[in-house]
């Protein structure tokens, strides 16, 4: 499957941003979409995971109540709402998939991914 992120942009702290990620190709072999994180100087990290079919839902803690990830499997697209940001937000944010839906997961359990839209979050 191929993944293709937008939406990214500079945001004031507080504000909100939506980003979009759409799926191409064999779509039916991936069970679970996600998101992931990389900031300056910092390792990439999991934000939120779907299950594809379920709509089950995963949040990392440090975004739980403040983004809300989504998706439409007749478009094929996945959202990742992001409201009250914060500084710390700042990244570049991945989107991805896989075969199964683990919670907890780490990005070992995602094998297509996107090719990364840079959210900036200033103060």
């Known amino acids: 499957v191929q993944l293709q992120a937008s939406g990214g942009g500079l945001v004031q702290v507080g504000g909100s941003l939506s980003l979009s990620c759409v799926a191409s190709?064999?779509?039916?072999?991936?069970?679970?979409v996600g998101w992931f994180r990389q900031g300056p100087g910092k390792e990439r990290e999991f934000v939120a995971s779907?299950?594809?079919?379920?709509?089950?839902?995963y949040y990392a803690d440090s975004v739980k109540g403040r983004f809300t990830i989504s998706r439409d499997t007749v478009k094929k697209t996945m959202y990742l709402q992001m409201n009250s940001l914060k500084a710390e937000d700042t990244a570049v944010y991945y989107c991805?998939?896989?075969?199964?839906?683990?919670?907890?997961?780490?990005?070992?359990?995602?094998?297509?991914w996107g090719q990364g839209t840079l959210v900036t979050v200033s103060s």
């Open positions: 991805a998939a896989g075969a199964r839906f683990y919670s907890d997961p780490t990005a070992a359990d995602f094998d297509s």
């Open positions: 190709g064999r779509t039916s072999s991936h069970y679970a």
């Open positions: 779907i299950s594809w079919s379920g709509g089950v839902t």
